[in-house]
Protein backbone atom coordinates (compact mmCIF):
# COMPACT_ATOMS: atom_id res chain seq x y z
CA UNK A 1 0.00 0.00 0.00
CA UNK A 2 1.22 3.33 -0.87
CA UNK A 3 1.45 5.57 1.97
CA UNK A 4 0.62 8.91 0.11
CA UNK A 5 -2.66 7.49 -0.47
CA UNK A 6 -3.42 7.69 3.09
CA UNK A 7 -1.08 11.15 3.66
CA UNK A 8 -2.94 12.88 0.71
CA UNK A 9 -2.01 16.49 0.15
CA UNK A 10 -5.55 17.98 1.10
CA UNK A 11 -5.30 15.71 4.34
CA UNK A 12 -1.84 17.05 5.12
CA UNK A 13 -2.76 20.60 4.67
CA UNK A 14 -5.99 20.53 6.67
CA UNK A 15 -4.01 19.00 9.30
CA UNK A 16 -1.14 21.80 9.20
CA UNK A 17 -3.58 24.48 8.94
CA UNK A 18 -7.33 23.51 10.47
CA UNK A 19 -10.06 25.75 9.12
CA UNK A 20 -12.57 26.87 12.02
CA UNK A 21 -10.29 25.55 14.93
CA UNK A 22 -11.59 26.49 18.44
CA UNK A 23 -15.00 25.81 20.45
CA UNK A 24 -16.66 29.39 19.71
CA UNK A 25 -20.09 30.46 21.44
CA UNK A 26 -23.37 30.91 18.90
CA UNK A 27 -23.99 34.25 17.14
CA UNK A 28 -27.81 34.21 17.76
CA UNK A 29 -28.23 33.79 21.32
CA UNK A 30 -31.49 32.12 19.91
CA UNK A 31 -29.29 29.07 18.80
CA UNK A 32 -29.36 25.44 20.56
CA UNK A 33 -25.83 24.92 21.19
CA UNK A 34 -24.59 21.74 22.24
CA UNK A 35 -21.14 19.46 22.38
CA UNK A 36 -19.97 16.21 22.59
CA UNK A 37 -16.05 15.17 23.57
CA UNK A 38 -15.22 11.67 22.18
CA UNK A 39 -12.00 9.97 22.98
CA UNK A 40 -10.20 6.96 21.00
CA UNK A 41 -9.40 4.87 24.21
CA UNK A 42 -7.01 2.89 21.75
CA UNK A 43 -5.08 5.75 21.35
CA UNK A 44 -5.51 8.67 22.96
CA UNK A 45 -6.68 11.28 20.21
CA UNK A 46 -9.61 13.30 21.23
CA UNK A 47 -11.95 15.80 19.92
CA UNK A 48 -14.79 17.77 21.01
CA UNK A 49 -17.33 19.38 18.51
CA UNK A 50 -19.92 21.72 19.08
CA UNK A 51 -23.11 22.76 17.25
CA UNK A 52 -24.89 26.10 17.17
CA UNK A 53 -28.19 25.59 15.38
CA UNK A 54 -32.19 27.20 15.49
CA UNK A 55 -33.17 23.13 14.59
CA UNK A 56 -33.00 23.76 10.68
CA UNK A 57 -29.58 25.08 9.86
CA UNK A 58 -26.44 23.84 11.54
CA UNK A 59 -24.97 27.75 12.35
CA UNK A 60 -21.79 26.92 13.71
CA UNK A 61 -19.51 23.58 14.03
CA UNK A 62 -16.64 24.42 16.18
CA UNK A 63 -14.07 22.07 17.30
CA UNK A 64 -10.79 21.65 19.33
CA UNK A 65 -8.83 18.44 19.81
CA UNK A 66 -5.82 16.72 20.17
CA UNK A 67 -4.59 13.93 18.12
CA UNK A 68 -3.26 11.79 14.36
CA UNK A 69 -3.41 13.92 11.67
CA UNK A 70 -6.01 12.03 10.15
CA UNK A 71 -8.71 12.92 13.13
CA UNK A 72 -7.52 16.66 13.67
CA UNK A 73 -7.80 17.11 9.84
CA UNK A 74 -11.31 15.10 9.34
CA UNK A 75 -12.37 17.35 12.16
CA UNK A 76 -11.48 20.40 9.65
CA UNK A 77 -12.83 18.99 7.00
CA UNK A 78 -16.32 18.46 8.94
CA UNK A 79 -16.42 22.02 9.57
CA UNK A 80 -15.73 23.41 6.36
CA UNK A 81 -18.27 20.64 5.07
CA UNK A 82 -20.99 21.02 7.10
CA UNK A 83 -21.16 24.51 8.74
CA UNK A 84 -23.59 26.32 7.63
CA UNK A 85 -25.58 23.75 5.78
CA UNK A 86 -29.42 22.52 6.37
CA UNK A 87 -29.30 19.43 8.63
CA UNK A 88 -31.16 17.31 6.14
CA UNK A 89 -28.52 17.98 3.63
CA UNK A 90 -26.05 17.69 6.36
CA UNK A 91 -26.67 14.63 7.04
CA UNK A 92 -26.71 13.16 3.97
CA UNK A 93 -22.86 14.22 4.16
CA UNK A 94 -22.66 12.51 7.35
CA UNK A 95 -24.12 9.76 5.66
CA UNK A 96 -21.89 9.68 2.82
CA UNK A 97 -18.94 10.08 4.50
CA UNK A 98 -19.45 7.20 7.30
CA UNK A 99 -20.08 4.89 4.35
CA UNK A 100 -17.00 5.95 2.64
CA UNK A 101 -15.25 5.05 5.93
CA UNK A 102 -16.70 1.99 6.13
CA UNK A 103 -16.15 0.49 2.39
CA UNK A 104 -12.66 -0.68 3.12
CA UNK A 105 -11.88 1.25 -0.02
CA UNK A 106 -14.44 -0.54 -1.87
CA UNK A 107 -16.88 2.79 -2.32
CA UNK A 108 -16.25 5.64 -4.74
CA UNK A 109 -16.41 8.85 -3.17
CA UNK A 110 -18.49 11.63 -5.04
CA UNK A 111 -16.69 14.70 -4.75
CA UNK A 112 -19.85 16.67 -5.51
CA UNK A 113 -21.22 15.69 -1.95
CA UNK A 114 -18.21 15.10 0.14
CA UNK A 115 -15.40 17.94 -0.92
CA UNK A 116 -11.96 17.51 0.69
CA UNK A 117 -13.60 14.70 2.22
CA UNK A 118 -12.80 12.70 -0.79
CA UNK A 119 -9.21 12.60 0.17
CA UNK A 120 -10.07 10.22 3.10
CA UNK A 121 -10.92 7.43 0.72
CA UNK A 122 -7.52 5.97 1.06
CA UNK A 123 -7.80 6.11 4.72
CA UNK A 124 -10.41 3.34 4.58
CA UNK A 125 -8.17 1.06 3.40
CA UNK A 126 -6.31 1.46 6.77
CA UNK A 127 -8.96 -0.60 9.23
CA UNK A 128 -6.94 0.86 11.93
CA UNK A 129 -6.86 4.40 11.11
CA UNK A 130 -10.87 4.44 9.98
CA UNK A 131 -11.45 4.99 13.51
CA UNK A 132 -9.54 7.87 13.71
CA UNK A 133 -11.24 10.10 10.35
CA UNK A 134 -15.03 8.95 12.15
CA UNK A 135 -13.80 10.50 15.72
CA UNK A 136 -15.01 13.77 14.93
CA UNK A 137 -18.18 12.83 12.96
CA UNK A 138 -19.17 10.81 15.88
CA UNK A 139 -18.89 13.38 17.92
CA UNK A 140 -20.35 15.97 15.98
CA UNK A 141 -23.45 13.14 15.51
CA UNK A 142 -23.96 13.14 19.42
CA UNK A 143 -23.87 16.81 19.54
CA UNK A 144 -26.49 17.36 16.49
CA UNK A 145 -28.64 15.12 18.65
CA UNK A 146 -28.01 16.86 21.77
CA UNK A 147 -28.64 20.02 19.89
CA UNK A 148 -32.22 18.61 18.93
CA UNK A 149 -31.20 17.83 15.24
CA UNK A 150 -31.02 14.60 13.26
CA UNK A 151 -30.13 10.95 13.32
CA UNK A 152 -27.84 9.30 10.96
CA UNK A 153 -27.59 5.62 10.26
CA UNK A 154 -25.40 3.58 13.24
CA UNK A 155 -21.92 3.35 12.04
CA UNK A 156 -20.20 -0.10 11.91
CA UNK A 157 -16.31 0.75 12.07
CA UNK B 1 33.19 6.12 21.21
CA UNK B 2 36.21 6.15 22.99
CA UNK B 3 37.23 3.11 24.87
CA UNK B 4 38.58 2.46 28.35
CA UNK B 5 41.18 -0.54 28.66
CA UNK B 6 39.72 -2.72 31.78
CA UNK B 7 43.04 -3.30 33.89
CA UNK B 8 43.50 -6.96 33.44
CA UNK B 9 42.62 -9.42 35.17
CA UNK B 10 39.49 -7.63 35.60
CA UNK B 11 36.24 -8.82 34.03
CA UNK B 12 36.43 -7.10 30.18
CA UNK B 13 33.79 -6.94 27.89
CA UNK B 14 34.89 -9.97 26.14
CA UNK B 15 34.10 -12.14 29.19
CA UNK B 16 30.22 -11.06 28.73
CA UNK B 17 28.01 -14.16 27.68
CA UNK B 18 26.94 -13.92 23.58
CA UNK B 19 25.21 -15.82 20.92
CA UNK B 20 25.05 -15.66 17.35
CA UNK B 21 22.22 -13.35 16.36
CA UNK B 22 21.85 -14.79 12.82
CA UNK B 23 21.40 -18.15 14.33
CA UNK B 24 18.33 -17.18 17.00
CA UNK B 25 16.97 -15.37 14.00
CA UNK B 26 16.76 -18.48 11.93
CA UNK B 27 14.68 -19.73 14.32
CA UNK B 28 12.05 -17.40 14.17
CA UNK B 29 9.74 -18.18 11.29
CA UNK B 30 7.95 -14.94 11.02
CA UNK B 31 11.12 -13.00 10.69
CA UNK B 32 11.21 -13.92 7.04
CA UNK B 33 8.48 -11.99 6.37
CA UNK B 34 7.76 -8.69 3.80
CA UNK B 35 6.02 -6.15 5.00
CA UNK B 36 5.08 -3.56 2.43
CA UNK B 37 7.78 -4.70 0.42
CA UNK B 38 10.42 -4.17 3.04
CA UNK B 39 12.17 -6.73 5.43
CA UNK B 40 10.11 -6.88 8.83
CA UNK B 41 11.92 -4.85 11.39
CA UNK B 42 9.74 -5.96 14.63
CA UNK B 43 10.33 -3.27 17.00
CA UNK B 44 7.19 -4.07 18.99
CA UNK B 45 8.58 -7.27 21.37
CA UNK B 46 7.11 -5.59 24.15
CA UNK B 47 3.87 -5.98 23.14
CA UNK B 48 4.54 -9.29 22.35
CA UNK B 49 7.31 -11.52 21.47
CA UNK B 50 7.59 -13.84 18.36
CA UNK B 51 7.71 -17.66 18.32
CA UNK B 52 10.75 -19.71 17.76
CA UNK B 53 10.26 -22.88 16.04
CA UNK B 54 11.01 -24.78 19.02
CA UNK B 55 7.94 -23.32 20.45
CA UNK B 56 5.77 -23.60 17.30
CA UNK B 57 6.61 -27.20 17.29
CA UNK B 58 6.00 -28.20 20.90
CA UNK B 59 2.56 -26.47 20.49
CA UNK B 60 1.36 -28.57 17.94
CA UNK B 61 3.40 -31.98 18.84
CA UNK B 62 0.96 -31.70 22.02
CA UNK B 63 -1.92 -30.93 20.05
CA UNK B 64 -1.03 -33.84 17.51
CA UNK B 65 0.21 -36.40 19.81
CA UNK B 66 -0.76 -36.05 23.59
CA UNK B 67 -3.82 -34.34 23.18
CA UNK B 68 -5.94 -35.21 26.54
CA UNK B 69 -7.48 -33.58 29.52
CA UNK B 70 -5.02 -33.29 32.58
CA UNK B 71 -5.26 -34.06 36.22
CA UNK B 72 -8.41 -36.50 35.94
CA UNK B 73 -7.48 -39.53 33.71
CA UNK B 74 -5.70 -42.83 34.53
CA UNK B 75 -5.70 -43.09 30.45
CA UNK B 76 -2.18 -43.18 28.72
CA UNK B 77 -3.06 -40.08 26.80
CA UNK B 78 -4.36 -38.36 30.43
CA UNK B 79 -1.04 -39.36 31.72
CA UNK B 80 1.33 -38.05 29.36
CA UNK B 81 -0.78 -34.49 29.35
CA UNK B 82 -0.45 -34.06 32.84
CA UNK B 83 3.05 -35.06 32.94
CA UNK B 84 3.76 -32.32 30.33
CA UNK B 85 1.56 -29.77 32.29
CA UNK B 86 3.08 -30.47 35.32
CA UNK B 87 6.51 -30.29 33.62
CA UNK B 88 6.25 -27.34 32.08
CA UNK B 89 5.74 -25.96 35.63
CA UNK B 90 8.47 -27.15 37.12
CA UNK B 91 10.59 -26.32 34.13
CA UNK B 92 8.83 -22.79 35.18
CA UNK B 93 9.87 -22.91 38.63
CA UNK B 94 13.57 -23.24 37.97
CA UNK B 95 13.65 -20.36 35.51
CA UNK B 96 13.01 -18.34 38.23
CA UNK B 97 14.59 -20.28 40.89
CA UNK B 98 11.30 -20.84 43.15
CA UNK B 99 11.82 -23.41 46.07
CA UNK B 100 8.44 -25.31 44.90
CA UNK B 101 7.00 -25.68 41.99
CA UNK B 102 3.82 -25.96 43.56
CA UNK B 103 4.61 -22.01 44.13
CA UNK B 104 3.66 -21.60 40.03
CA UNK B 105 -0.01 -20.76 39.42
CA UNK B 106 -0.41 -20.94 35.79
CA UNK B 107 -2.85 -18.27 34.34
CA UNK B 108 -4.16 -16.40 31.34
CA UNK B 109 -1.41 -13.83 31.83
CA UNK B 110 -0.12 -10.93 34.05
CA UNK B 111 -3.25 -9.09 34.48
CA UNK B 112 -5.33 -12.53 35.73
CA UNK B 113 -2.72 -12.97 37.54
CA UNK B 114 -2.76 -9.49 39.61
CA UNK B 115 -6.54 -10.04 39.70
CA UNK B 116 -6.26 -13.48 41.60
CA UNK B 117 -4.11 -12.02 43.85
CA UNK B 118 -6.70 -8.27 44.47
CA UNK B 119 -9.39 -10.64 44.87
CA UNK B 120 -7.60 -12.80 46.84
CA UNK B 121 -7.83 -10.36 49.63
CA UNK B 122 -11.37 -9.28 48.59
CA UNK B 123 -12.56 -12.34 49.47
CA UNK B 124 -10.42 -13.01 52.54
CA UNK B 125 -12.00 -9.78 53.86
CA UNK B 126 -15.22 -11.01 53.63
CA UNK B 127 -14.63 -14.31 55.62
CA UNK B 128 -14.19 -14.06 59.59
CA UNK B 129 -11.66 -16.19 59.38
CA UNK B 130 -9.58 -14.96 56.91
CA UNK B 131 -6.22 -14.29 57.39
CA UNK B 132 -5.29 -11.02 58.68
CA UNK B 133 -2.62 -10.22 56.31
CA UNK B 134 -5.05 -10.06 53.11
CA UNK B 135 -8.40 -8.35 55.27
CA UNK B 136 -8.84 -4.67 53.95
CA UNK B 137 -10.98 -2.31 55.03
CA UNK B 138 -11.23 1.47 55.73
CA UNK B 139 -8.24 3.08 56.89
CA UNK B 140 -5.97 0.43 55.00
CA UNK B 141 -3.57 1.47 52.49
CA UNK B 142 -2.50 -0.28 48.72
CA UNK B 143 0.29 1.27 47.54
CA UNK B 144 1.23 1.19 43.43
CA UNK B 145 2.87 3.57 41.62
CA UNK B 146 2.60 5.89 38.78
CA UNK B 147 4.64 3.77 36.26
CA UNK B 148 2.26 0.72 35.98
CA UNK B 149 0.60 -0.28 33.17
CA UNK B 150 -3.26 -0.42 33.50
CA UNK B 151 -3.26 -3.67 34.52
CA UNK B 152 -1.45 -3.07 37.79
CA UNK B 153 -3.85 -0.02 38.01
CA UNK B 154 -7.14 -0.84 37.67
CA UNK B 155 -7.73 -4.18 40.07
CA UNK B 156 -6.53 -2.33 42.92
CA UNK B 157 -8.34 0.77 42.01
CA UNK B 158 -11.59 -2.03 42.24
CA UNK B 159 -10.49 -3.61 45.47
CA UNK B 160 -9.95 -0.24 47.28
CA UNK B 161 -13.16 0.27 45.82
CA UNK B 162 -14.67 -3.30 47.04
CA UNK B 163 -13.39 -2.96 50.79
CA UNK B 164 -12.74 0.60 51.36
CA UNK B 165 -9.10 0.82 51.28
CA UNK B 166 -7.35 3.26 50.18
CA UNK B 167 -4.99 3.48 46.96
CA UNK B 168 -1.68 5.77 46.89
CA UNK B 169 0.89 5.29 44.79
CA UNK B 170 5.02 6.68 44.62
CA UNK B 171 5.59 9.35 41.82
CA UNK B 172 8.50 9.28 38.43
CA UNK B 173 10.94 11.47 38.34
CA UNK B 174 11.86 13.83 34.86
CA UNK B 175 14.59 10.87 34.53
CA UNK B 176 11.39 8.52 34.92
CA UNK B 177 12.77 6.86 37.55
CA UNK B 178 10.33 5.83 40.70
CA UNK B 179 10.44 8.50 43.34
CA UNK B 180 11.30 6.64 46.55
CA UNK B 181 11.81 10.27 48.13
CA UNK B 182 8.56 9.69 50.46
CA UNK B 183 9.23 5.89 50.83
CA UNK B 184 8.77 6.35 54.55
CA UNK B 185 5.17 8.00 54.24
CA UNK B 186 3.72 5.60 51.31
CA UNK B 187 4.66 2.59 53.13
CA UNK B 188 3.69 2.29 56.79
CA UNK B 189 1.62 0.71 58.52
CA UNK B 190 -1.29 1.04 57.15
CA UNK B 191 -0.05 -0.19 54.11
CA UNK B 192 -1.36 -4.06 53.04
CA UNK B 193 0.26 -4.57 50.05
CA UNK B 194 2.75 -2.31 47.68
CA UNK B 195 2.35 -3.76 44.06
CA UNK B 196 5.10 -1.96 41.74
CA UNK B 197 6.26 -3.13 38.19
CA UNK B 198 9.87 -4.29 38.02
CA UNK B 199 10.52 -3.03 34.25
CA UNK B 200 8.56 -0.51 32.66
CA UNK B 201 6.63 -1.22 29.51
CA UNK B 202 6.96 2.18 28.56
CA UNK B 203 9.81 3.58 30.25
CA UNK B 204 11.87 0.76 30.28
CA UNK B 205 12.84 1.62 33.75
CA UNK B 206 14.30 -1.30 35.55
CA UNK B 207 13.05 -0.63 39.30
CA UNK B 208 16.14 -1.40 42.13
CA UNK B 209 13.12 -2.28 44.66
CA UNK B 210 16.09 -3.50 48.11
CA UNK B 211 14.40 -0.20 49.79
CA UNK B 212 11.43 -0.52 49.31
CA UNK B 213 11.50 -4.36 50.07
CA UNK B 214 13.30 -4.03 53.11
CA UNK B 215 10.68 -1.23 54.05
CA UNK B 216 7.88 -3.50 53.21
CA UNK B 217 9.00 -6.16 55.46
CA UNK B 218 9.71 -3.32 58.51
CA UNK B 219 5.66 -2.47 58.15
CA UNK B 220 4.72 -6.19 57.50
CA UNK B 221 2.92 -4.98 54.57
CA UNK B 222 3.31 -7.74 50.84
CA UNK B 223 4.67 -7.06 48.02
CA UNK B 224 3.90 -8.13 44.76
CA UNK B 225 6.19 -7.28 41.47
CA UNK B 226 4.63 -6.88 38.16
CA UNK B 227 7.62 -8.83 35.77
CA UNK B 228 5.85 -9.01 32.59
CA UNK B 229 9.05 -6.91 30.90
CA UNK B 230 11.20 -8.77 32.94
CA UNK B 231 10.82 -12.02 33.35
CA UNK B 232 11.39 -12.33 29.89
CA UNK B 233 14.53 -10.12 29.17
CA UNK B 234 16.94 -10.60 32.84
CA UNK B 235 17.66 -13.34 34.79
CA UNK B 236 15.09 -13.58 37.55
CA UNK B 237 15.36 -15.35 40.86
CA UNK B 238 12.57 -15.15 43.25
CA UNK B 239 14.74 -15.99 46.19
CA UNK B 240 16.71 -12.99 45.24
CA UNK B 241 14.25 -10.53 44.98
CA UNK B 242 12.27 -11.11 48.39
CA UNK B 243 8.95 -10.64 46.94
CA UNK B 244 6.00 -12.01 47.93
CA UNK B 245 4.64 -12.61 44.84
CA UNK B 246 5.42 -11.95 41.16
CA UNK B 247 3.71 -12.34 37.74
CA UNK B 248 4.45 -12.38 34.19
CA UNK B 249 3.11 -13.67 30.87
CA UNK B 250 4.27 -16.12 28.68
CA UNK B 251 3.88 -14.43 24.84
CA UNK B 252 6.29 -11.97 25.74
CA UNK B 253 8.41 -14.77 26.17
CA UNK B 254 8.54 -16.82 23.24
CA UNK B 255 5.98 -18.17 24.30
CA UNK B 256 2.22 -19.22 23.13
CA UNK B 257 -0.64 -16.17 24.17
CA UNK B 258 -3.32 -17.25 27.00
CA UNK B 259 -0.53 -18.34 29.60
CA UNK B 260 0.75 -16.86 32.58
CA UNK B 261 2.13 -17.00 35.81
CA UNK B 262 1.35 -16.22 39.15
CA UNK B 263 4.16 -17.05 41.68
CA UNK B 264 3.49 -16.66 45.50
CA UNK B 265 5.39 -17.98 48.55
CA UNK B 266 3.84 -21.26 49.59
CA UNK B 267 2.74 -19.65 52.81
CA UNK B 268 1.04 -17.09 51.43
CA UNK B 269 -0.96 -19.33 48.34
CA UNK B 270 -1.84 -21.71 51.26
CA UNK B 271 -3.64 -19.56 52.75
CA UNK B 272 -5.31 -17.59 50.36
CA UNK B 273 -8.54 -17.92 49.50
CA UNK B 274 -9.96 -18.86 45.72
CA UNK B 275 -10.85 -16.64 43.29
CA UNK B 276 -12.44 -18.63 40.76
CA UNK B 277 -14.17 -21.63 41.45
CA UNK B 278 -15.12 -24.88 39.29
CA UNK B 279 -13.60 -28.21 38.63
CA UNK B 280 -9.79 -29.37 39.72
CA UNK B 281 -9.84 -27.09 42.51
CA UNK B 282 -11.48 -29.30 45.04
CA UNK B 283 -10.95 -31.11 47.52
CA UNK B 284 -14.37 -32.27 48.02
CA UNK B 285 -17.59 -31.04 46.88
CA UNK B 286 -21.56 -31.25 48.54
CA UNK B 287 -24.43 -29.58 47.71
CA UNK B 288 -23.95 -27.64 50.54
CA UNK B 289 -20.19 -26.35 50.58
CA UNK B 290 -17.16 -27.18 49.20
CA UNK B 291 -13.41 -27.19 50.34
CA UNK B 292 -10.34 -26.48 48.51
CA UNK B 293 -7.23 -28.28 46.80
CA UNK B 294 -4.02 -26.76 48.20
CA UNK B 295 -2.22 -24.55 45.86
CA UNK B 296 -1.81 -23.99 42.92
CA UNK B 297 -4.46 -26.00 41.58
CA UNK B 298 -6.75 -24.17 44.44
CA UNK B 299 -6.02 -21.41 41.80
CA UNK B 300 -6.68 -23.53 38.44
CA UNK B 301 -10.23 -23.69 38.00
CA UNK B 302 -11.79 -25.49 35.31
CA UNK B 303 -9.15 -27.03 32.06
CA UNK B 304 -6.37 -25.02 31.93
CA UNK B 305 -4.39 -23.81 28.81
CA UNK B 306 -2.80 -27.08 28.55
CA UNK B 307 -1.10 -27.25 25.24
CA UNK B 308 0.03 -23.30 26.29
CA UNK B 309 1.51 -23.92 29.27
CA UNK B 310 3.38 -26.76 27.39
CA UNK B 311 4.83 -24.48 24.55
CA UNK B 312 5.84 -22.09 27.50
CA UNK B 313 7.76 -24.43 29.37
CA UNK B 314 9.37 -25.01 25.45
CA UNK B 315 9.82 -21.70 25.91
CA UNK B 316 11.99 -21.60 28.78
CA UNK B 317 13.79 -24.30 27.64
CA UNK B 318 14.78 -22.22 24.51
CA UNK B 319 15.37 -19.35 26.01
CA UNK B 320 17.59 -20.91 28.67
CA UNK B 321 19.44 -22.72 26.02
CA UNK B 322 20.36 -19.04 25.40
CA UNK B 323 21.30 -18.06 28.52
CA UNK B 324 19.05 -15.43 30.20
CA UNK B 325 22.83 -13.14 31.10
CA UNK B 326 23.43 -13.06 27.10
CA UNK B 327 20.38 -12.20 26.58
CA UNK B 328 20.71 -9.52 29.06
CA UNK B 329 23.94 -8.56 27.67
CA UNK B 330 22.53 -8.31 23.68
CA UNK B 331 19.61 -6.11 25.03
CA UNK B 332 22.21 -3.82 27.11
CA UNK B 333 23.98 -3.67 23.72
CA UNK B 334 20.96 -2.62 21.47
CA UNK B 335 19.88 -0.35 24.21
CA UNK B 336 23.18 1.56 24.38
CA UNK B 337 23.44 1.58 20.80
CA UNK B 338 19.78 2.53 20.42
CA UNK B 339 19.63 5.44 22.69
CA UNK B 340 23.10 7.00 20.69
CA UNK B 341 21.42 6.99 17.38
CA UNK B 342 18.33 8.41 18.55
CA UNK B 343 19.71 10.71 19.99
CA UNK B 344 21.53 11.96 16.74
CA UNK B 345 17.49 12.78 15.45
CA UNK B 346 16.83 16.12 15.54
CA UNK B 347 13.88 16.98 17.65
CA UNK B 348 13.33 13.50 18.96
CA UNK B 349 12.44 13.67 23.02
CA UNK B 350 13.12 10.46 24.83
CA UNK B 351 11.03 9.42 27.79
CA UNK B 352 12.83 7.84 30.29
CA UNK B 353 15.84 6.68 31.46
CA UNK B 354 18.75 8.04 28.65
CA UNK B 355 21.54 5.93 29.84
CA UNK B 356 21.35 2.16 29.22
CA UNK B 357 21.91 1.67 33.04
CA UNK B 358 18.61 0.62 35.44
CA UNK B 359 16.86 0.03 32.35
CA UNK B 360 15.82 -2.30 29.61
CA UNK B 361 15.72 -2.63 25.90
CA UNK B 362 12.09 -0.63 25.80
CA UNK B 363 12.42 2.80 24.44
CA UNK B 364 9.53 5.61 23.98
CA UNK B 365 9.65 8.86 22.13
CA UNK B 366 8.55 11.86 20.24
CA UNK B 367 9.41 12.88 17.29
CA UNK B 368 9.08 16.52 17.30
CA UNK B 369 5.24 17.40 17.57
CA UNK B 370 4.04 14.69 14.96
CA UNK B 371 1.32 12.49 16.34
CA UNK B 372 2.93 8.75 17.34
CA UNK B 373 -0.12 7.21 14.59
CA UNK B 374 1.49 9.05 12.15
CA UNK B 375 4.58 8.73 12.89
CA UNK B 376 4.09 4.66 13.24
CA UNK B 377 2.43 4.59 10.23
CA UNK B 378 4.96 6.46 8.31
CA UNK B 379 7.35 3.43 9.94
CA UNK B 380 4.92 0.74 8.98
CA UNK B 381 5.31 1.69 5.30
CA UNK B 382 8.83 0.74 5.88
CA UNK B 383 8.65 -2.29 7.27
CA UNK B 384 9.18 -0.81 11.01
CA UNK B 385 6.74 -2.16 13.45
CA UNK B 386 6.48 0.51 16.92
CA UNK B 387 3.90 0.81 18.70
CA UNK B 388 1.86 4.15 19.43
CA UNK B 389 -0.47 5.17 21.18
CA UNK B 390 -0.34 5.10 25.96
CA UNK B 391 0.52 1.67 25.84
CA UNK B 392 -1.83 0.67 28.75
CA UNK B 393 0.27 3.22 30.37
CA UNK B 394 -2.07 6.66 30.56
CA UNK B 395 -0.83 8.06 33.82
CA UNK B 396 2.94 7.98 32.56
CA UNK B 397 1.55 9.71 29.59
CA UNK B 398 0.23 12.32 31.44
CA UNK B 399 3.43 12.54 33.94
CA UNK B 400 5.25 13.84 30.99
CA UNK B 401 2.21 15.79 29.52
CA UNK B 402 1.54 13.84 25.90
CA UNK B 403 -1.64 12.30 24.77
CA UNK B 404 0.57 9.27 23.65
CA UNK B 405 4.16 8.14 22.55
CA UNK B 406 5.91 6.06 20.29
CA UNK B 407 7.74 3.49 21.45
CA UNK B 408 10.66 0.78 20.16
CA UNK B 409 11.19 -2.45 21.98
CA UNK B 410 13.63 -4.91 21.42
CA UNK B 411 14.75 -9.11 22.04
CA UNK B 412 16.94 -11.39 21.47
CA UNK B 413 16.11 -11.50 18.01
CA UNK B 414 16.78 -7.72 17.77
CA UNK B 415 19.87 -6.39 15.63
CA UNK B 416 21.44 -3.02 15.53
CA UNK B 417 20.31 -2.77 11.80
CA UNK B 418 16.86 -2.78 12.40
CA UNK B 419 17.97 -0.04 14.27
CA UNK B 420 19.49 1.95 12.00
CA UNK B 421 16.37 1.23 9.89
CA UNK B 422 14.35 2.55 12.86
CA UNK B 423 16.47 5.95 12.41
CA UNK B 424 16.19 6.08 8.92
CA UNK B 425 12.31 5.44 8.95
CA UNK B 426 12.56 8.49 11.26
CA UNK B 427 13.72 10.68 8.91
CA UNK B 428 11.08 9.66 6.41
CA UNK B 429 8.31 10.64 9.18
CA UNK B 430 10.15 14.18 9.49
CA UNK B 431 10.20 14.62 5.46
CA UNK B 432 5.95 13.57 5.50
CA UNK B 433 5.47 16.16 8.28
CA UNK B 434 7.68 18.84 7.85
Keep these: MQLDQLYQEIILDHYKH???????????????????????????????????????????????????????????????????????????????????????????????????????????????????????????????????????????? | MTSIAIPSGMPQYDDAPRFDVARVRADFPILDREINGHPLVYLDSANTSHKPRQVLDVLGEHYALHNANVSRSVHTLGTEATEAYEGARAKIAAFINAPSADEVVFTKNSTEAINIVAYAFSNASLRPDGDPRFRLGPGDEVVISEMEHHSNIVPWQLLCERTGATLRWFPVTDQGRLDESGLEDLVTERTKIVSLVHMSNILGTVNAT????????????????????????????????????????????????????????????????????????????????????????????????????VALGAAVDYLTGIGMRAIQWHEKELTA??????????????????VPVGRGGTISFALGDVHPHDVGQVLDSLGVQVRVGHHCAKPVCSRFGVPAMTRASFYLYTTTEEIDALVAGLEQVRKVFD
Excluded at chain 1, 19 to 42: I, K, M, S
Excluded at chain 1, 91 to 99: G, I, L, T, Y
Aim: glycine share 12%; with cysteine.
Design chain 1, 18 to 157: PHGRGLRDADDPGDRVAEAHHVNPTCGDEVTIRVATDGTVLHDISYDGMGCSISQASASVLHELLRGRGTGEAFEVHEAFVELMSGRGQVTPDEDVLGDGVAFAGVARYPARVKCALLPWMAFKDAAARAGVGVSPEVKA
Design chain 2, 210 to 309: SRITARVREVGALLLLDCSQSVPHLPIDVVDLDADYIVFTGHKMCGPTGIGVLWGRGELLAVMPPVFGGGSMIETVTMARSTFAAPPARFEAGTPPIAEA
Design chain 2, 337 to 354: YALDALGSVPDLRIFGPT
